[in-house]
């Protein structure tokens, strides 16, 4: 879908505050890009704090990088091994999913399909869903979609796995 965006899709705003497409593609490729020292110094001169080095990086690189640029690195990387460190084969691919997301939703693409969420989602557990600010304290999210559930509230609320996921990861509120 990216290979066939416009320089304005690439200019819109994401799900990810702050951040256009194109930092959204800087952010994914990111780890083909940049080698393991230049991490660490990266994430050093930022106080050792994640988000605020990889928010100065995305940013650094979608100025420096055309589209082209940035598309052909996630290309050439399609089937590289990276995986987040303690995330394994589903960390990266809650990686993508999540970060898909932030592109799709404001494009009108099409999501992920509701399987590959599943498995992002079943694999959620409670220090992922605290990441992201989530609290299901007293909730059931039930997906309508697939064989999915979140939490053990009384409280049920349905859903298709897209708008739980889109929930949970604090992109889309919660339905009341």
């Known amino acids: 879908m990216l290979a066939q965006a416009s320089p304005d899709q690439w200019a819109e705003p994401s799900l990810c505050d702050g951040w256009r497409v194109r930092e959204v593609v800087a952010h994914i490729t990111m780890s083909y890009r940049i080698s393991m020292p230049r991490f660490l110094f990266g994430l050093a001169r930022s106080g050792f704090k994640f988000n605020s080095y990889s928010d100065q990086q995305a940013r ?7 589209d082209a640029q940035l598309l052909a690195s996630l290309q050439d990387n399609i089937e590289h091994p ?24 404001p494009l009108g693409w099409p999501a992920a399909p509701p399987e590959r969420i599943k498995l992002v989602l079943e694999h959620a557990g409670k220090k992922n869903l605290a990441f992201f600010g989530t609290d299901l304290t007293g909730k059931r999210l039930i997906a309508d979609d697939v064989d999915l559930t979140l939490g053990d ?24």
């Open 82 to 105: 990276w995986r987040p460190p303690g995330g394994g084969q589903v960390g990266a691919l809650s990686h993508d999913v999540i970060h898909g997301f932030d592109i799709t939703e």
């Open 153 to 176: 509230g009384p409280r049920e609320i349905r859903m298709t796995a897209r708008e739980m996921l889109l929930a949970v990861t604090g992109r889309a509120p919660l339905p009341s």
């Open 60 to 66: 650094a690189d979608a100025t420096r990088l055309t």
